[in-house]
């Protein structure tokens, strides 16, 4: 262990019940380094509870939260409620709290009103953006998954720092039998309900690919509303006979899924590219070594491991090229590169990071 530092406090906008992400898995990574790992629940209803996981030196804490329009109230009022709670999570922890680390910037927003050591925010996604400022103005040090995310927190902090998206390599094999009589299977796993996704480019090439079985992975399936401009292309899909839905599935387990596929699949409005700028789920996909046919994405531009185009337009005839020279893009070396790329960036090696940053600053 680094430092003097000993318990880490994660606060995170997802549940320890949420299928495991990347605060999850810094929090798993943590302690297996042997931190002792307090992982903060969103508020709920609950009250204050702590409750044993499978992993050694991790405890989930439960609270109610704060009380409502927080951030409208003076700072000598805020800062107080937000060490109020901060204390009776520490008491119910029963140990002190060294590093407060926060995937969540619409609570405990004012770190300087913690008695710590050091104090992170940490945001890995554009739409956390609700108290970015005073968050990242008071903390010890700031992350962002993206030139875009650091250019915004840097504005308030000198010490922001860029750290991608990590790798989970911990996965369970499981039997997998996919569905469909397609020559080949091309696969998007993720929630299906998200604004981003371009339902128009993946209706167009299940239409013109009848060959092909594609196989979505996730929840939200039929949730169609205004937030995704081509929710109606989504209803259309559904009625395609190569066109499969399984339910979502348990992040150690994805992997043998993505195994089982031919092709992958990352499909964003053009108008989201900004926002997709570095997807996490991309690192899992070249970890199985398939190809991935994806829009844009910039952290990969240039990388040499992804299948990509800058316009939509050209998504479908991507997707068409691909497929035609698959056994070229699934030679060996070609798999191993994608593979080895993923491996530069497992969670360990983004903890690994994190720790000199802030222990060495």
Known sequence: M??????FLIISPEPWSHLFVSKHHYAINLAKKGYKVLFLNPPSSSGYAISKTDYENLDVLDYPG????????PSLIRKHQQLRVFNKLRKLAGVPIDVVWSFDNSVFFDFDALPVSVRISHIVDLNQNFQTSRAAKSADFCFGVTNEIVNVLSEFNPNTYKVTHGLNVAHVEVEVSLPGNGEIKAMYTGNLAMKHLDWEILHHAAEEHPSIDFIFVGSGKEIFDGYNATHTWKKKILDKENVY??????SE???SYLKKADLLLVAYQQKHHIDQTNSHKILEYLYSGNPVVATFTAEYAGKGVLNMVKMNAEWVNLLSSVSENLKIHQQVERRQERKAFALKHTYEEKLNQIEQIIFQH
């Open 245 to 250: 839905f399984l339910p979502p599935v348990k």
């Open 253 to 255: 387990e994805i992997h």
């Open 66 to 73: 704060f009380i409502k329009g927080l951030h409208l109230f």
């Open 2 to 7: 680094q430092g003097s530092a000993r318990t």
